[in-house]
């Protein structure tokens, strides 16, 4: 058990779920001599953080000796094998023990992660944002993993490598204003399974109450709901480097049917848009067509201007960019690519780098639309990552009306922002639970990854991550002045078509909370 100790003795247990060894906070004579890195004032957050990821790895050892896959072992039996000339997918999964094939339920699968923020502060620190909100990035982490575990549970008694293949969404439902006010419960199943594929649904809970001590599917209240998370993982061979088969999914009830049904169709039209309606090889419809000449006039007439108005930004300065390279420490339980839940969270960081100093307030995480892993980032690695900000859409309320003109506004009036609207996607909920109920901006980024190895000067793209934040309108704690609304405006036809892209799936995530709303019993 990792158990904190206040200086006067008493437990903070909070933590109990991951094993390691005690750290005590205590008041000693100053010698000189670090007795702990973490006692020092400086350094306390920093090494915490560190130790409170380090458990959440070990958790399974009972001694050092025990976690095998410590990334010496890994590097030198890698070395080994490629003196061989074979190549390893994964250092401890390396042996599939079965191909047989068999049936599962969603039970088998189901999983759940508990972060008690209510009941224990010390936990709520590790998540909390500047704001005092959930840190999302750290949520993203925790989804990834949960559902990694899932996947595993699934095709058991098999031990093939899974990988993260795509994420098809996360949705907020509802605001979350301050994390101490809830317990957090991660909770999900596999609700769909192809050949080689699964789809794995994950809800997270707040409770203001205290966790059940048995948690199963059905536990919890749809109430509770805040999040929606959807994975797709994959299996292959990891002797033969090919897919694998795994168990076929089972639905017991209605409920479990519809869920297999709405997965399937869901997959069936996500392969028939990427065919029929891709802008790489079709053009946009006459709507879009008429939306992007539009904004080339609207463009012109703001360059012209000498003295921009006031929250208006061309698409190119929206543009934040992070390189970082790839440490063993954010490396998959595989040993030899990175963690994708990491590379969740560290483009969720840029990206929110990005709409905040765009909107010059504390954005609130929306979605993350479907994002696809198209190639693994190994240890060892350089990570290119590119943010910008794609497309804006203003929330109004019926009394405020738009300005009808689609050229930039002079600066001096009252209302000086750039207004280029088409027709809104979203409107302001008029339920105050629901995420979107006042006034703002939706602001869509797109981060582009790129992997560059070190052998060679060749660069792979390794994705491109959809983010979606709410922006408000007025004055508030957290966005404190006037913000306004925002604008970005594209100037070249590639950012152009880069904005009717956005666009299509702010229509597609509209139509998915739409959707939840009419499912669910929020």
Not at 123 to 133: E, I, L, Q, S, T
Not at 271 to 283: Q, Y
Not at 318 to 328: D, I, Y
Request: glycine share 4%.
């Amino acid at each position: 058990m990792l158990r904190l100790t206040r200086a006067n003795g008493a437990s903070m247990s909070g933590l109990s779920r991951y094993s390691g060894r005690g750290i005590r906070f205590m008041h000693k004579k100053d010698d000189g001599k670090s007795h702990d890195a973490s006692a020092q004032p400086d350094a306390t957050s920093t090494t915490l953080t560190d130790t409170y990821e380090y458990n959440k790895l070990t958790n399974s050892a009972k001694t050092p000796e025990g976690f095998k896959a410590t990334w010496l072992n890994a590097l030198a039996e890698r070395q080994k094998q490629l003196k061989q000339g074979k190549i390893m997918d994964s250092y401890v999964y390396n042996s599939v023990k079965t191909t047989e094939v068999g049936e599962k339920t969603r039970a088998d699968s189901f999983c759940y992660l508990t972060l008690p923020f209510r009941k224990d502060p010390m936990v709520a620190d590790f998540y909390v944002n500047a704001a005092g909100r959930m840190r999302m990035g750290q949520i993203f982490q925790d989804l990834d993993a949960l559902a990694g575990r899932i996947a595993y549970r699934h095709t058991s008694p098999a031990e093939p490598v899974i990988v993260t293949a795509s994420v098809d969404r996360i949705y907020l439902l509802k605001n979350i204003d301050f994390i101490a006010d809830y317990n957090v419960v991660l909770s999900g199943s596999v609700v769909w399974t192809g050949r080689s594929s699964m789809e794995i649904s994950i809800k997270a809970f707040a409770i203001r109450g205290d966790i059940p001590d048995e948690i199963k599917e059905g536990t919890l209240s749809d109430a509770d709901t805040f999040l929606t998370a959807s994975f797709t993982f994959v299996a292959r061979n990891p002797e033969t480097h090919k897919s694998l088969a795994v168990n076929k999914l089972l639905p017991l009830n209605e409920v479990e049917w519809m869920d297999f049904r709405r997965a399937e169709s869901h997959n069936a039209a996500k392969k028939l848009r990427a065919a029929s309606e891709s802008l790489d090889t079709n053009p946009p419809t006459e709507e879009e067509s008429q939306i992007i000449h539009k904004m080339w006039v609207a463009s012109k007439e703001l360059t012209s201007l000498g003295l921009k108005p006031k929250n208006v930004m061309l698409m190119k300065n929206t543009n934040l960019k992070s390189t970082m390279f790839m440490q063993p420490q954010y490396r998959n339980r595989h040993s030899y690519m990175i963690f994708g839940g990491y590379l969740m969270r560290q483009t969720f960081e840029l990206a929110y780098c990005a709409a905040a100093s765009f909107s010059h307030a504390f954005p609130r995480f929306v979605s993350l639309d479907s994002t696809t892993f198209r190639a693994p980032v190994p240890v060892g690695s350089i990570l290119h990552m590119d943010a910008t900000v794609v497309y804006t859409e203003h929330l109004r309320e019926k009394s405020d009306k738009a300005s009808s003109s689609t050229a930039a506004s002079k600066p001096g009036k009252d209302d000086s922002a750039f207004h280029f609207e088409p027709s809104p996607i979203n409107i302001v909920s008029t339920n105050k639970d629901e995420f979107l109920s006042r006034p703002g901006t939706l602001v869509q980024v797109k981060v582009d990854t790129i992997v560059q190895e070190l052998a060679s000067e060749k660069q792979t793209k390794s994705g491109s991550f959809i983010f979606s934040f709410f922006a408000p309108r007025d004055s508030s704690p957290e966005s404190p002045g006037k913000p306004g609304f925002a604008n970005v405006v594209p100037q070249s036809y590639s950012e152009m078509i880069e904005y009717i892209s956005a666009r299509r799936r702010a229509i597609e995530t509209a139509m998915y909370a739409n959707t939840i709303r009419r499912t669910s019993k929020l």
